[in-house]
Nanobody, 123 residues
Framework: QVQLVESGGGLVQAGGSLRLSCAASGRTFSSYAMGWFRQAPGKEREFVAAITMSGGSTYYPDSVKGRFTISRDNAKNTVYLQMNSLKPEDTAVYYC????????????????WGQGTQVTVSS
């Protein structure tokens, strides 16, 4: 069992930055690919970023590429999402996800999910 707890969300003006954190407990963190998804009201859940177990590979959709950066610290059992140049359309609840398969993380079928943290970007 893996427990995921997100933090770092909040209200920021357009063009600003936020860094989200996801702390994991339970089994060996370094065995899991990690990722972030988001869901805005009335919209489907959207893939935001993923990182492999060692951190050697990262994945982003075009909507956030160049603005968001995912990273991990396996010694601290934590994955981060640095969000720069935020736009109002980035407003959503952001969820952390973990799975033994990077593919499952990217496709949103990961086994473990956090409770989410709200990010609101004002124009």
């Amino acid at each position: 069992q893996v427990q995921l707890v997100e933090s770092g969300g909040g209200l920021v003006q357009a063009g600003g930055s936020l860094r989200l954190s996801c702390a994991a407990s339970g089994r060996t963190f370094s065995s899991y690919a990690m990722g972030w998804f988001r869901q805005a009201p009335g919209k489907e859940r959207e893939f935001v970023a993923a990182i492999t177990m060692s951190g050697g590979s990262t994945y982003y959709p075009d909507s956030v590429k160049g603005r968001f950066t995912i990273s991990r610290d396996n010694a601290k059992n934590t994955v981060y999402l640095q969000m720069n140049s935020l736009k109002p359309e980035d407003t959503a609840v952001y969820y952390c996800v973990a799975d033994l398969s990077p593919g499952a993380v990217i496709t949103g079928t990961g086994h473990y999910w956090g409770q989410g943290t709200q990010v609101t970007v004002s124009s």
